[in-house]
């Protein structure tokens, strides 16, 4: 069974920096393209940034470019989201994703209980 569990988040305060792990078992993830999202209150889960398997091909949305960046450790079979310059606007809860590409990555269904990160001062 595929599955992704995410950790790492908490409070910080604006401007703060924070990592996001996500944990994956049931696959090896130097074989897929890996996602992240996020879910506000009341808000759709947002697409932040996709990396693809071989790390020629990224996407990152407007309001996390040059702040956030997603990396992977193959040797450990984990996923992070180093998170930068963080604002009130990121208070969400986050979610890693991962699929064959990320236009696949983008339609991911099988959500897991995220880690809610609060950004206040």
């Known amino acids: 069974q595929v599955q992704l569990v995410e950790s790492g988040g908490g409070l910080v305060q604006p401007g703060g920096s924070l990592i996001l792990s996500c944990a994956a078992s049931?696959?090896?993830?130097?074989?897929?393209?890996i996602g992240w999202f996020r879910q506000a209150p009341g808000k759709e889960r947002e697409e932040l940034l996709c990396?693809?398997?071989?790390?020629?091909?990224?996407y990152y949305a407007d309001s996390v470019k040059g702040r956030f960046t997603i990396s992977r450790d193959n040797a450990k079979n984990m996923v992070y989201l180093q998170m930068n310059s963080l604002k009130p606007e990121d208070t969400a809860v986050y979610y890693c994703?991962?699929?064959?590409?990320?236009?696949?990555?983008?339609?991911?269904?099988?959500w897991g209980q995220g880690t809610a990160v609060t950004v206040s001062s």
């Open positions: 990396i693809s398997d071989d790390d020629e091909s990224t």
């Open positions: 994703a991962a699929d064959l590409v990320c236009e696949l990555v983008r339609s991911y269904a099988s």
């Open positions: 049931g696959f090896t993830v130097d074989y897929y393209a």
